[in-house]
């Protein structure tokens, strides 16, 4: 990849992951297992915002420069969307709980490809990658589980796209604030028939 970008202190890394079979966008290939390992090595506290997709066809690239922020997001206005205070614990089985709670109410589960944003605020000292599974795992109502017995497993293989955003706030502690957004990917809607 080369040298990173050191004039700027606040980075984006974007990853195509080329799938190469349509039948690995709904199975397996989540792109969270992609994703963490690359950010990592890339060291995770100059990143404020990465977003990985999988696709079929044209081949696998990432791409990492200037993060720029943003004061609203309009184009999301149609998604379904939550947010809570998920608390200090992210590595402990209830912090799941928070999110998934919150998302609980009438079935949003739907077939197909999805698209999410995630998006954390916490203390930039937090490594912010270790909240990426917990939050994911809590997603269950929008993505479905397989197995009722264990709800911390969603099908969130069927995220062909993802954006994750942190905002550091020393103001939080060790608090984390989680917000989600999600709509089914656009090859995932069914038209009706004329």
């Known amino acids: 990849m080369g040298e990173l970008p050191t004039d700027t202190a606040q980075l984006f890394l974007h990853m195509d992951v080329d799938v190469r079979d349509a039948t690995r966008l709904l199975r397996g290939n989540d792109l969270e297992n992609y994703l963490t390992p690359v950010v990592h090595r890339l060291r995770h506290w100059r990143f404020v915002f990465v977003s990985p997709r999988k696709q079929v066809g044209g081949g696998s690239r990432v791409i990492v420069g200037s993060a720029e922020p943003r004061a609203d997001l309009p184009e999301m206005a149609a998604w379904g969307h ?3 205070r998920a608390g200090a ?3 402990e089985k209830r ?3 928070g999110p998934r709670s919150a998302l609980r109410g009438p079935s949003r589960y739907r077939a197909g490809q999805w698209r999410c944003t995630l998006a954390w605020r916490c203390s930039a000292t937090r490594n ?3 909240l990426w599974k917990p939050t994911g795992d809590a ?3 929008v993505l479905g589980e397989p197995d009722a017995c264990h709800p911390f497993n969603p099908n ?16 939080t502690g060790h608090e984390v604030d ?3 957004w999600w709509r089914p990917s656009i090859s995932a ?3 009706p028939e004329r």
């Open 82 to 84: 939550f947010s809570c």
């Open 89 to 91: 614990g992210s590595q």
């Open 95 to 97: 912090w799941n709980c």
């Open 128 to 130: 912010w990658v270790w």
């Open 139 to 141: 997603m269950g109502p």
């Open 156 to 171: 969130d293989d069927r995220i062909v796209a993802l954006a994750l955003h942190l905002n550091a706030d020393p103001a």
């Open 178 to 180: 989680v917000a989600m």
């Open 189 to 191: 809607i069914r038209w």
